[in-house]
């Protein structure tokens, strides 16, 4: 098991940035694919970034492709989430989560693909 804590969440005004953080502890970072999912009241948790164990790979969702990049920093043991022109439809509670996996390249984009995940942070984007 790892042990995720996100951070960086807050409130901003529409077309601004912010940067998301996801500590990681545990078990070694490197054997992990990172993911980064939101989700708001009343709907499923959706899909964002993913970048596999080697960092090579990212994918990202259709709504957040070319605004948003994903990264991770292995000496640090943590992944980061850039978000640039943030929309109001950006606003949701942003979780990070962790897939042990010995695939070095998987970017998994479905929710039952992670089994550790971190608390949330709130972003919330004023129009």
């Known amino acids: 098991q790892v042990t995720l804590v996100e951070s960086g969440g807050g409130l901003v005004q529409a077309g601004d940035s912010l940067r998301l953080s996801c500590a990681a502890s545990?078990?070694?970072?490197?054997?992990?694919?990172m993911g980064w999912f939101r989700q708001v009241p009343g709907k499923e948790r959706e899909f964002v970034a993913a970048?596999?164990?080697?960092?090579?790979?990212?994918r990202y969702a259709d709504s957040v492709k070319d605004r948003f990049t994903i990264s991770r920093d292995c000496t640090e043991d943590a992944v980061s989430l850039q978000m640039n022109g943030l929309k109001f439809e950006d606003t949701a509670v942003y979780y990070c989560?962790?897939?042990?996996?010995?695939?070095?390249?998987?970017?998994?984009?479905?929710?039952?693909?992670?089994?550790?995940w971190g608390q949330g942070t709130q972003v919330t984007v004023s129009s």
């Open positions: 970048i596999s164990r080697n960092g090579r790979n990212t």
């Open positions: 545990g078990r070694s970072f490197s054997n992990y694919a």
């Open positions: 989560a962790a897939k042990s996996t010995v695939m070095p390249i998987t970017t998994p984009s479905g929710t039952g693909d992670y089994n550790n």
